[in-house]
């Protein structure tokens, strides 16, 4: 009977100690980053002491079942410090990891014998590029969606120190919670969510995108139209089948391009599944550290030496000012056409702090794309607008069950309290008033409900004309009325005693095919050259001049009645109706009858009536942006006193030439077909400050030349770190060349000649300008560094024509601060 007891107890244990082994272990989770909260794909996920495990996929996600586990998990990826937790056995539970990056030297590839295999697949790769390029297709079309984040991040204890930033320690304790906790903590400032479908054609190439559903939250953040358009997934597109990505206006080259060798060292690692294909995982460093190239991954196609999968990264070592890191994430899929096209993409911009009492910032983007038709393409007319927000976009913006269905993904429960947190920043009052401040800054108006004050820029100056000038001024803006703007500025020299205003309103009229039109009225001092034409919307500039010394200055009133319309993708046309005056504080005179100087009388005060056409042709970045404008005085009209035409074209074009840098060229040409005062023709904007200028001719002086038919270029060249990259002591400093040329060619009529009243005795006062002659241009070249510390550069100009007179500065340094990445 003992015996059989023991035999019914042993029986018993046997079996719990079975059911026990027999109960399954699931473990599932989330690996991120713990900097930015950003998923990491590939990340080694197992039983620590044993080979039972998974790799996260593309969203950082793994699922890992077992029925023998052990007490730890751990996790493990290249570039960051591996992460073990307990668990607890027979149960399913969620375990997160968030790993921190290690920072670790750049790996050297050794090869012992033998050619480098990765080096055929990667010959494979480019042999088959045109095959697996979405370039080839002739059509493609799917929908996307899209998300942009944008936090703060890096807080130091003397930045949380900060008075602003204690009024908001409620907010802040919410962000210890949201980064996790293993991650570090963010701040969020700007969330945004749209839904749309993307279509594109080649031959032409043309693309279009309808935003279907927009969803945008963020400190600062109105009127989301602007923003929505802009930051649609359009702007979140790279092609790693090219040889050069303009990355932050940037060109980056790929670890696929066509001279790969030149730009990069690879290993390759593994060969592994993919979904449902076998790749090959290669990693590929940059042979340069400062170079503009990629640390990384990618996972190629063993079937078709595809792109299946690729990470990339750029350091703080490229160089790049102000950026900590730049990530980008993109997994693709074969289309039916054999091209493939990415599902998902995943982009992460970290921006460093600029000083150590500071905070850095990080954007995320993600894009996922579904439902994919390719090779069918529409009718040309149908691309004619590059981004259209449908009406209705914003209609379900705070309907969360709409947005759970409209989505490709769920929110994660980090994501939906970046919401709530970004809506909680926006009620504190400090926050309202420090978001005003930025905008006041970015924008120039302070905004004041319907109406926003300002410009700052053109508020206050002091120059020898006006002496001490205040101009205030306002305009509306959406709140007032989505369709309709009105400006004002009305302001008083101290100095000459003379008050200057000007008046304007502003209707859309259609904004499908972008149509407006306005009305302006004002009075001001101008200065010869420098018109809307010359400076644009150049407001700094416009600011600057009317600091100091005002060379050629004159009062004028102006009346202008402007309409303008997209007729199809790209090109705009643009009419325009004209009348001012010309009253010069500058001694100035033309002669009235120039073919009797003797008994003419000499004139200085002058109208003009003039009716302008003008067509723009600006399609996208690959292409130039071309201007034709014609000019029609018409004498007689409201008291004008010549009749004339002019005609001009204007041809702008940045060229990106891969390892040699970017080049932007302005040229320009234009013909005056009537005898006119030289204030009328084209006068060529010369520099005579310190500051060097890249609109102007540094070392030609102000209103040395001037001429009524003429061709000029100007070119401005950067080569980024070409060279200095190369030179050891100068690599750390991050110093990059610059190059400039420019050229005018052109001459004066000899009636407009007729007309110029010379310097005599009689009237040695009279200030008359240079001319070019035909036969030789006026030309300057230059080189220089910038970049140094980061915001400064320092241009070495040679004048190389017109050097007889011996006022003449044939050589210039100048200096300038500007702001590049």
Sequence with gaps: MNTLKRLLLLTFLIFISFCTLAQE?????????????????????????????????????????????????????????????????????????????????????????????????????????????????????????????????????????????QKITQVLDSVERIAGEDGKPILPVFITESVSKLYYRDNPSLKFENILHSKINGLGVEDGTTVTQVVGSSFQEYNFYQNWLNILDKEFVSPIADGWRLYYDYDLVDSLYVGDHFCYRLDFFPRSPQSLAFNGSMWIAKESYALKQIEVTVGKEANLNFIEKIRIQQESAPTTAGAWLPIKNRVLVDVSELSANSAGMLAKFYTSNKNFVVNKPYDVSFYE????????????????????????????????????????????????????????????????????????????????????????????????NKKW???????????????????????????????????????????VGLDDEAVGDNALLNASQRWGIFRRGYYFDEERLSFQRELFKGFTQKISVKHSTFEPVFNFGYYENPDDIVNSAILSNYATSEVILESRYARDLRWPVITLRYTRGIEGIAGSDFDYNKLKLIFEKKTRLGILGTGRMTASAEYIFEPLPYTLLGLHLGNQTPIFTPLTFNLMDYGEFVSDRYATVLYNHHFEGLFFNRVPLLRKLKWRLVGTANLVYGGLSQGSQALIVPTTEENGDILPPGQLSLKKPYMEIGYGVENIFKFFRIDFVHRLSYLDSPDVRKFGVFGSIQFTL
């Design 25 to 165: 272990t699931i473990v599932k989770g989330k690996v991120t980053d713990a900097g930015s909260g950003y998923p990491i794909p590939f990340v080694n996920v197992l039983f620590k002491g044993t080979s039972i495990g998974v790799t996260t996929d593309f969203d950082g996600n793994y699922l890992l079942k077992t029925s023998n586990p052990q007490d730890s998990l751990l996790a493990s990826y290249i570039g960051y410090k591996s992460r073990t937790k307990r668990i607890t056995k027979g149960i399913t539970q969620v375990v997160n990891f968030q790993l921190e990056e290690q920072v670790t030297n750049l790996q050297e590839v050794v090869v012992l014998a033998g050619e480098n295999p990765a080096f055929e697949v990667l010959r494979n790769v480019v042999r088959n590029k045109s095959d697996n390029d979405k370039r080839k297709l002739t059509a493609y079309e799917y929908d996307t969606y899209t998300k942009i984040e944008v936090d703060v991040d890096n807080m130091s204890e003397k930045f949380r120190e900060r008075k602003l930033i």
């Design 385 to 480: 607008r590059p981004i259209l927000l449908a009406e209705e976009a914003r209609l379900n913006e705070d309907q969360e069950d709409v947005w759970d269905t409209l989505r490709h993904e769920p929110l994660s429960e980090t994501e939906r309290n970046v919401y709530k947190m970004i809506d909680t920043l926006r009620n504190i009052p400090v926050i309202r008033t420090y978001t005003d401040i930025v905008k006041f800054i970015v924008d120039g108006y302070i905004q004041d409900g319907k109406i926003e004050y300002g410009p700052y820029l053109g508020f206050v100056s002091y120059n020898d004309i006006e002496g001490l000038r205040v101009m205030p001024g306002f305009k509306t803006n959406y709140k007032f």
């Design 485 to 527: 703007t009105f400006g004002a500025q009305v302001g008083y020299g101290f100095g000459d005693e003379q008050f200057k205003y000007s008046f304007s309103a502003k209707q859309i009229l259609s904004k499908r095919r972008w149509t407006t039109w306005g009305v302006r009225v004002r009075r001001d001092l101008g200065r």
